[in-house]
């Protein structure tokens, strides 16, 4: 897994309505929250996307952005999207390409990982966070890593 002040490699993928979400288009601009998780509509991770949904105001207070990413399809992530009202993108990767660049692993070859990543807006890995049980901590981490990044003056 990619750790703290190391460059987030870049990427360009579909999000939900097929439209490319590239993370170069941040830099600059955004912090990045960007949250990896397993599958849609299973417990925990409806129980993660709830929780950054829940507390979007507090990220876009902060200049942040969050992002999901999964490798379920299009279809499936803006039936996720809608079902949960989710006001942020959940982007396709359905490669792996992506969690690879991020240095995610399949544990035990089937459990993909859970890892949050904030990205300051110069593109900068400035905190990591990986727990499959704790989702609610998931939000509770990139929240105090965001309030902690100085806003662009």
Not at 2 to 9: D, G
Not at 92 to 111: I, P, S
């Amino acid at each position: 897994m990619l750790m703290p002040n190391t460059q987030a490699p870049l990427f360009s993928l579909k999000d939900q309505d097929g439209r490319l979400v590239d993370l170069k288009s941040f830099l600059g601009q955004k912090n990045v929250v960007l949250f990896f998780y397993p599958q849609d509509e299973t417990p925990g991770c409806t129980a993660q996307a709830c929780s950054f949904r829940d507390n979007y105001l507090g990220f876009t207070t902060h200049n942040a952005q969050v992002i999901g990413i999964s490798s379920d399809s299009e279809q499936s992530h803006s039936a996720f999207k809608t079902k949960h009202q989710l006001p942020y993108p959940l982007l396709c990767d359905t490669t792996g390409e992506v969690a690879k660049n991020y240095g995610l692993k399949r544990r035990f070859g089937f459990l993909k990982d859970r890892v949050s990543f904030v990205i300051d807006s110069q593109g900068v890995i400035r905190h990591a966070f990986s727990s499959q049980l704790q989702v609610h901590k998931h939000i509770d981490e990139c929240l105090r890593a965001v309030q902690q990044i100085q806003l662009p003056r």
